[in-house]
């Protein structure tokens, strides 16, 4: 048995992507026999609670200094605990430096959680160009152990690591048995439901809106259920406001769903919708939503960008080029027009949920990589 501590800075639980993805392993893990712990330096009303033998604490507070509050409160829990594993899913050097620091004089191993390409890449400018150099050419070099999401993270990584670093590639996963709940009429009616982040167009909310145009435009009076929200408020207003220029009449906003209301929101969708655009964001990254959305068992319509065509084809879902919204439009249209056909493709794609995207069989990857340490 290892004792393992993850520590990210979101609140547990929540509907959030990367929270849903180590909590399926986590919850896979326990089932093997090991102890995990989740320690977010998050503020939420639930302060502790344990989900599927998984021990959650969110550390931080309502008042000023609260992530310097957490880390000492994380601190201390890592002092008194004994872990053999700190699985650090966090960008924060305020986290990272200080943690690292207890891991080498403790002898915990650390490691460290990456599902995109380091966000400081994605800023412009000399001086952040020379920021980022810094950061990602000293900032890896701290972890005995990567655990990455796709290969053009495992390539990328291998040279900004050190030599003794183990790095493991560890795909999407998603807890299966969420999902498998009976589908129920809802106060929709019938609709295409895309769940995420609404903030900039990573995954190309403004590409779906756009897609969502010619299906409304052509008269099919099935709705577009954006589920999710945004920390920046004026953000979720520009998307409003570019949804009223378009003078669209079916699309609502759920506003963000909390980890118990996902599944009836994904698994009662006619369609399941991801639009994401091309770029540097896109290429490292493989979205956990995608495990989610086959684990339903309904049609999928997703864009062909980084590791996505590896895995969903022509044959278990509808893949299209990126940004290309006109054709994204005709794939859901090609699924309302022939909706008995598209239910026997998703058939395959909820099978790739069930085999590859499985959290037990990622997990039990997981635990031999930790064994090897």
Request: glycine share 6%.
């Amino acid at each position: 048995m290892k004792k393992i501590a993850i520590i990210n800075t979101l609140p547990i639980p929540s509907g959030n992507a990367s929270v849903n993805r180590f909590l399926s392993y986590s919850k896979g893990l326990v089932e093997l026999g090991h102890q995990v712990t989740i320690l977010s330096s998050a503020q939420n009303d639930i302060a502790e609670i344990e989900l599927d033998g998984v021990k959650c604490y969110n550390l931080g507070t309502k008042y000023k200094f609260s992530l310097l509050i957490a880390l000492l409160r994380i601190l201390k829990n890592i002092l008194s605990s004994e872990y053999d594993f700190i699985i650090l899913v966090s960008n924060s050097l305020l986290l990272i430096y200080p943690i690292a620091l207890i891991s080498k004089i403790t002898g915990i191993k650390l490691l460290q959680e990456k599902s995109e390409f380091p966000f400081v890449l994605m800023k412009n400018g000399m001086i952040s160009k020379i920021k980022a150099a810094i950061y990602v050419n000293t900032t890896y070099r701290l972890f005995d152990g990567l655990i990455v999401m796709t290969k053009p993270l495992m390539k990328y990584f291998q040279y900004k690591v050190s030599s003794k670093c183990k790095m493991i590639e560890i795909p999407m996963t998603v807890d299966f048995s969420r999902f498998q709940i009976k589908k129920e009429k809802t106060n929709f009616g019938e609709y295409i439901a895309y769940c995420g982040n609404m903030s900039g167009n990573k995954d190309g909310i403004y590409n779906l809106i756009d897609s969502f145009y010619y299906i409304e435009k052509a008269r099919y009076s099935i709705k577009l259920l954006m589920i999710g929200g945004t920390n920046k408020e004026e953000e979720f207003d520009a998307i409003k406001k570019y949804v009223k220029e378009l003078d669209l009449k079916n699309v609502i906003f759920y506003g963000k769903a909390s980890r118990e209301e996902i599944p009836s929101l994904l698994v009662n969708a006619k369609i399941l919708a991801l639009a994401r655009p091309s770029g540097l964001q896109s290429s490292g990254g493989f979205p956990t939503k995608l495990g989610e959305y086959l684990s339903t068992g309904n049609p999928i319509v997703v864009t062909s960008v980084g590791d996505i065509p590896l895995y969903l084809n022509t044959v278990n879902s509808y893949i299209v080029r990126a940004d290309d919204n006109e054709a994204f439009a005709g794939q859901i249209k090609s699924i309302l027009d022939n909706y008995e056909e598209a239910m026997k493709k998703s058939v395959l794609g909820k099978k790739l949920a069930k085999t590859i995207f499985n959290s037990v069989v990622q997990a039990k990857r997981l635990s031999d990589y930790l064994n090897e340490f």
